[in-house]
């Protein structure tokens, strides 16, 4: 089995106006993102280009987050996409998504969206 690090940014805070209602984009939503990255284990890790920079992650993440759109299914594939890109040592990930404070009547709780996606690793 191929050992694997797991980078994960856990928890992150944003206020957005993602939504379908109109009302949404005008107050925003309180949302929690919860980020884990996968990359080969078995190869040395001597600098920061044979992983995966948290903090460009990070910023890629917030920037896309802040975008505003209709369904959080959107926002997971555009952050899997865009990481990908950026991160072609990637072998898996998963992004989970929770509006702390949907537009639903006498709901009380949270509601979240996650993809999980993951890479055939390099022969």
Known sequence: MTPYFTIALEGLRFQAPHGVYAGEADTGNAFEVDLRLEVDGSASVD?????????EAYGLLRGIFLQRQALLETLCQQIAAALEARFPQ?????????????????????????LRKAYNPEP
Do not use: C, E, M, W
Not at 47 to 55: C, K, P
Not at 93 to 108: G, M
């Open 47 to 55: 600098s920061i280009h044979d992983t995966v920079n948290y903090v």
């Open 90 to 114: 990637l072998r898996g990930l998963d992004v989970s998504i929770r509006k702390l404070t949907p537009a639903i009547d006498h709901f009380q709780g949270s509601v979240r969206v996650s």
